[in-house]
Every structure is written in structure tokens, then in C-alpha cells.
């Protein structure tokens, strides 16, 4: 149940009312091998009379023969029906409907008492959504009283009905609590999978702008040390650049830890610094703003995720020798002057405009006439609250 929004699971929900019960309901009713067993004893009260009635007649005939057919075949459907509980609803339509004709044929042949209806009316509660069980066993009733009538045995059987039809009524709503205790269960269920599922993409998201910035500055920086050495020779340059690796190394560990255990914060300002120097490494012209004051509280770290991944893009793909950085109080765009003729969403920017999403902004990116890309994010300014009027001080006044 993976829908938003508020959701009801009584009978106050329409849907509630026609939905069948969840699969897998069997696990939850009356089933195994005890069930026989219980269904027996249950059914002794109606057995036994009409068994006995059956056998003190003087001779068989074809209307006892029918008789103990159709109440023996509806103690067996009693018998059987934990068994229709995960089958389609067409299929337990049928049973129960099959059942309660079988009871009313079992009432009007065998049994003086309207208690026999009990079974079929039960298991109709139980097997079908709460709209069909209405419709089934309100009719099995008033046909139960019906027959009655015309046996003369209304007035014997009345209390016998309104019982059937009280303990009917209280197995309803037993039932349907049932149920709606199921669905919550696995309402529940399902909660926690998304959050499973939420959890590995907030993780796998990142980690990929982590690992992605990091490692790729740290290729960047290790490979000016090589080019240092190899052409110029300056070992103090090259050991500086070392040190930085160094630094970044132990930067992206701590970051991966803090990453995992969701304590982790970015700061659009560190972004920032982080930028100018990864730019720098990769021989990239850098126009990047020198504070971020301008930039809202609230906004600053969703900001530092765009332009770290951003950068990293620039730097792994975008051939670019100049980006330019623009901020203001909700938005930031990233433009370069690199080779890309097409916008190519990788995981990168799909992360980025997942991000962006949860925190109802939206992420564009669009490729330059001359080529490189432009990428916008943006935030919307929160609906600003509505002015208290101000209130007229009257002057005081006094007794002339």
C-alpha cells in the first residue's frame, strides 16, 4: 500500500466496504488440522436432531434422501470453507451463496429452528467484502422468516431468528475489525520497506556526490603533482599538491563515516572553497562567488549537494577552461564553456533532482549557444504569512 495520502481501513471508507480481504488471509482464519475437529463440535447442535429425526422414520425415501443430502453437503461446506479464503472473489461469491441456499433448504426441510441459517450467514461475514456479506444475508434472513411463517413456526422461531441475526451482526463487524487490523499490518509492512528502500537511495545518492567530488579532485590533484615533477621538477610544489591529497583523503573518509551514520551536513561556503581549488588543480578558469551571504539559511546545504556534483561534472566530462558560479537568495546556476552539445542526466543530476524535489525545488540544466551546460536550481520562497493589522490605540479617556 504504497499510496499517499490519508488512507481508512473501517467501514467508514467506501472502498473498505467492497475490497476483499488481502492475500495470504488464509494464515490468518481458522484452518489446519484442528479446524475439523472444532467445525464437528460446532455443528453437533444441528447435527444430532435432524441425524436423529432422519433415522426414526419408518422407511427411506426419495425426500429424506434428499434431506440428508442437503444437510449433510451443508455441514461439509462448513467444513471446508477456511479452505475458499485466498481463492477469487467469484469463487467465495459462489460458495457463500451456495451455502446460505443450502441453509434455507436445510431450515425448510429438517429443522424447526432458524439457528441452522447461523452457519451460512457466519462464513458469508468472513469470506466476502462487507457490501456483498449485507447483500447476501439480509435476504437468508428475511426468506428464513418467510419460511417460518408459512410453517406456522414464526412466533416459535422469531427469537431464533433475531439471535442468528444478532450474533450475525456481531461476527460483521468482528470480521471486518479483523480485517482493518491486517491492512494496518500491512500498511506497516510496507512503510518500513520504503523506508529500507528510502534509506539505500539517500545512502546511494550520497555517496555518489561524495565519492564522486572527492575521488575526482583527488585525481585531479595527483595528477598535477605528476605533471609538477615531470616538467618542472618543483618538489616543494608537488609535495604542497601530496599534502592536499592527503588532506582530501582524510576529509572523504571522514565524510563517507559521517555519510553512512546520516550525520552528515554540507556547507555551501566549504563547497565553495572546495570548488576554487579543484578548479584551480584542473587548470579551470574559476569565477566563483567569494560569500554566500545572499544565499538563505534554509537553502545553503541543498545548494552545497548541487554545486558539489556540478563541479565534479565540470571536471570529469565537461573539457570546460571556464565556469562561472551565480548565486542569490534561492537559486544557484553553474554554467561552463565545455563541449557538451546535449544534456546526458546521469546519476548524478537524477540524485540532484531528487534531491531538489524533497525540498520542493527544481533542478534544470540546458546546453549554451556556443556549448557547455547551464545548470539552475531553484527553490520557491515560502508563501509569506498574512500581516497582523495593526491595532488603532484609542485615546484614553475620563470623566468630564
Request: glycine residues 8%.
Amino acid at each position: 500500500m504504497a499510496e499517499t495520502g490519508k488512507r481508512s481501513f473501517g467501514l467508514d471508507s467506501k472502498e473498505s466496504w467492497w475490497v476483499d480481504p488481502l492475500p495470504g488471509a488464509r494464515k490468518h482464519g481458522p484452518g489446519g488440522w484442528r479446524w475439523p475437529f472444532m467445525a464437528v463440535v460446532i455443528l453437533l447442535p444441528f447435527l444430532l436432531p435432524v441425524t436423529r429425526s432422519l433415522l426414526a422414520k419408518p422407511a427411506v425415501t426419495p425426500g429424506i434422501v434428499l434431506t440428508a443430502v442437503v444437510v449433510y453437503v451443508y455441514s461439509a461446506c462448513y467444513l471446508v470453507f477456511p479452505y475458499v479464503f485466498d481463492r477469487e472473489r467469484r469463487v467465495k461469491l459462489a460458495f457463500c451463496g451456495t451455502m446460505n441456499v443450502l441453509g434455507l433448504a436445510s431450515l425448510a426441510a429438517a429443522a424447526g429452528s432458524g439457528f441452522v441459517l447461523l452457519y451460512g450467514t457466519a462464513v458469508t461475514v468472513f469470506l466476502v467484502p462487507a457490501a456483498w456479506a449485507v447483500i447476501l444475508d439480509l435476504p437468508t434472513l428475511a426468506v428464513g422468516a418467510v419460511i417460518l411463517l408459512e410453517r406456522g413456526q414464526f412466533l416459535d422461531g422469531y427469537g431464533d431468528l433475531i439471535t442468528v441475526a444478532s450474533i450475525t451482526l456481531a461476527m460483521f463487524f468482528m470480521a471486518n475489525l479483523v480485517r482493518a487490523v491486517r491492512r494496518l499490518e500491512h500498511a506497516n509492512e510496507e512503510i518500513a520497506t520504503l523506508a529500507v528502500a528510502n534509506e539505500r537511495e539517500r545512502l546511494a545518492r550520497d555517496l555518489h556526490d561524495l565519492l564522486g567530488h572527492s575521488l575526482t579532485t583527488i585525481t585531479v590533484k595527483a595528477g598535477l603533482a605528476r605533471r609538477v615533477l615531470e616538467s618542472a621538477g618543483d618538489i616543494p610544489r608537488a609535495v604542497e599538491e601530496i599534502r592536499e591529497v592527503e588532506s582530501l583523503t582524510r576529509s572523504a573518509l571522514s565524510d563517507v563515516r559521517a555519510t553512512v551514520s546520516a550525520n552528515r551536513e554540507v556547507s555551501l561556503s566549504v563547497e565553495l572553497v572546495g570548488a576554487r581549488a579543484a578548479l584551480r588543480a584542473a587548470e579551470i578558469d574559476a569565477d566563483l562567488p567569494h560569500a554566500v551571504d545572499n544565499v538563505r539559511p534554509e537553502f545553503q546545504n541543498t545548494f552545497g549537494y548541487v554545486l558539489r556534483e556540478a563541479v565534479t561534472n565540470v571536471l570529469r566530462h565537461s573539457g570546460a577552461k571556464r565556469v562561472k558560479v551565480k548565486l542569490g537568495g534561492n537559486w544557484l546556476e553553474i554554467e561552463d564553456d565545455g563541449r557538451a552539445t546535449e544534456v546526458v542526466a546521469g546519476n548524478g543530476l537524477r540524485g540532484l533532482a531528487e534531491r531538489l524535489a524533497a525540498a520542493g525545488g527544481t533542478l534544470r540544466t540546458s546546453v549554451r549557444s556556443g556549448g557547455g551546460l547551464l545548470v539552475r536550481a531553484e527553490i520557491p520562497l515560502p508563501e509569506p504569512s498574512p500581516a497582523t493589522p495593526a491595532v488603532r490605540a484609542e485615546p484614553a479617556g475620563g470623566l468630564a
